[in-house]
């Protein structure tokens, strides 16, 4: 079983930052991809920002130039940093964790249940 929690979210004026962390835990072996996405309600589900173990990233166009997604491979953890925050970001944002478990030869997908990110003046 593995979990994945975020935090970092809250209210912020448009223009302003943000941070966002998340941290997988339990039995991983190692994790291959991790992510952030986010879903606004009535919308479908998007991705914001991607990065491999190995340091490959990709982002969505709407957000290249402003954010920047990071990682610490030792703990298993993925960072966005958010700048530049505008209205059309608000949204719950989600994190992804693609990780291969102990004791098992499969590759499996978890989700956080999300941290709420509020950008308004």
């Known amino acids: 079983q593995v979990h994945v929690v975020e935090s970092g979210g809250g209210l912020v004026q448009p223009g302003g930052s943000l941070r966002l962390s998340c941290a997988a835990s339990?039995?991983?072996?190692?994790?291959?991809?991790m992510g952030w996405y986010r879903q606004a309600p009535g919308k479908q589900r998007g991705m914001v920002a991607t990065?491999?173990?190995?340091?490959?990233?990709h982002y969505a166009d709407s957000v290249k130039g402003r954010f920047t997604i990071s990682r610490d491979n030792a703990k298993n953890m993925v960072f966005l940093q958010m700048n530049s925050l505008k209205s059309e970001d608000t949204a719950v944002y989600l994190c992804?964790?693609?990780?291969?478990?102990?004791?098992?030869?499969?590759?499996?997908?978890?989700w956080g249940q999300g941290t709420q990110v509020t950008v308004s003046s």
């Open positions: 992804y964790a693609g990780v291969f478990e102990k004791g098992s030869v499969s590759y499996n997908d978890y």
């Open positions: 339990g039995s991983i072996s190692s994790s291959n991809v």
């Open positions: 990065i491999t173990s190995g340091g490959s990233t």
